[in-house]
């Protein structure tokens, strides 16, 4: 699976668009980009992911560039539950891929009142 | 639905035992995958499990194992534990390990004294 770059921390006003950016230059054709989050002492959950074109469901908005190098997770209306550390992850995605997930040091999020 | 559920939650055990913790899939998920996560190290991969089968596997010592029932529940066991094995241990289940999100619990957390 590629290797993600992310920076360490990051801060936002309560209400305030969240972007977070994520750094795959060497990924590959097959592989999708997954983002996940996880609130200090919880399971990490699942927000969104996408292959090349952009994706959005009721939590966020993922943003990929057009050659696939760097891709943007948007919390739009971000509140104080959504500090926490978000991880860009990705990976290829078959039915014999299986599920090994690679979290990097992700992003430190802490959204201030 | 009910989500992933993992117990114990916590768990105090002593050098040179060992232990085995569980985890119930989503109802219909039938990958169950399971991670280890440290201060130092952050989250690693396991191993994961499809259909009773073990489909990947991570680089973890030979003390860490696992299994899956046929009703898609899930054990790990760590034999002969080290101090360096405390850790929060996290379960993920998915419909079929490919590209949808997965889903994880709240793990359990297991302190080797």
């Known amino acids: 699976d590629a290797k993600t770059t992310q920076p360490p921390s990051m801060d936002c006003a309560e209400g305030r668009a969240a972007n977070l950016p994520c750094n795959h230059s060497?990924?590959?054709?097959?592989?999708?980009v997954y983002w996940y989050r996880q609130i200090h002492s919880q399971g990490p959950q699942y927000i969104i992911h996408g292959l090349k074109n952009n994706e959005t469901n009721e939590m966020a908005s993922l943003i990929i560039t057009e050659d696939r190098k760097s891709s943007t997770l948007i919390l739009p209306h971000a509140t104080l539950r959504d500090t926490a550390v978000y991880y860009c992850i990705v990976r290829v995605a078959t039915e014999t891929s299986g599920s090994r997930l690679t979290f990097g040091e992700g992003t430190q999020l802490t959204v201030n009142p | 639905k009910a989500g992933v559920t993992q117990t114990p939650r916590y768990l105090i055990k002593t050098r040179g035992q060992q232990v085995t913790l569980s985890c119930s899939p989503i109802s219909g998920h039938r990958s169950v995958s399971w991670y280890q996560q440290t201060p130092g190290q952050g989250l690693q991969f396991l191993f994961e499990y499809f259909s009773e089968t073990q489909r990947n596997k991570g680089n973890f010592p030979g003390r860490f194992s696992g299994r899956q029932f046929s009703n898609s529940r899930s054990e790990m066991n760590v034999s002969t534990l080290e101090l360096g094995d405390s850790a929060l241990y996290l379960c993920?289940?998915?419909?079929?390990?490919?590209?949808?999100?997965?889903?994880f619990g709240s793990g359990t957390r297991l302190t080797v004294v």
């Open positions: 993920a289940s998915s419909l079929d390990g490919a590209k949808r999100g997965y889903t």
């Open positions: 060497t990924i590959s054709g097959n592989e999708y």
